[in-house]
């Protein structure tokens, strides 16, 4: 099992930049995919974005062009680079990754967008 430690969240006005980046150990980070979730209170946890073990990317609509997955399999660490962002962005972000039927998270970092 890959565990998880997610860093970067905190307060910022909207508009504003932040950068998460998700530490995972083990050895099987390199052909894992590896995904950030959010959910925000009273709703439930959704998919932002995802990156796969061969690089290629995935995207919520909503986040499109704002958000930017990438990873560093020489670090076990995967990034998400959120710009624009917006109060609706508010939540907590969670990184998971996936390998087979093994799927494992973190603990959450909070990301608020307030001014």
């Known amino acids: 099992q890959v565990q998880l430690v997610e860093l970067g969240g905190g307060l910022v006005q909207p508009g504003g930049s932040l950068r998460l980046s998700c530490a995972a150990s083990?050895?099987?980070?390199?052909?894992?995919?590896m995904g950030w979730y959010r959910q925000a209170p009273g709703k439930q946890r959704e998919l932002v974005a995802s990156?796969?073990?061969?690089?290629?990317?995935n995207y919520a609509n909503s986040v499109k062009g704002r958000f930017t997955i990438s990873r560093d399999n020489a670090k076990n660490t995967v990034y998400l680079q959120m710009n624009s962002l917006k109060p609706e962005d508010t939540a907590v972000y969670y990184c998971?990754?996936?390998?087979?039927?093994?799927?494992?998270w973190g603990q959450g970092t909070q990301v608020t967008v307030s001014s």
């Open positions: 998971n990754a996936a390998l087979g039927s093994l799927t494992s």
């Open positions: 083990g050895s099987i980070f390199s052909i894992s995919d």
């Open positions: 990156i796969s073990s061969r690089f290629s990317t």
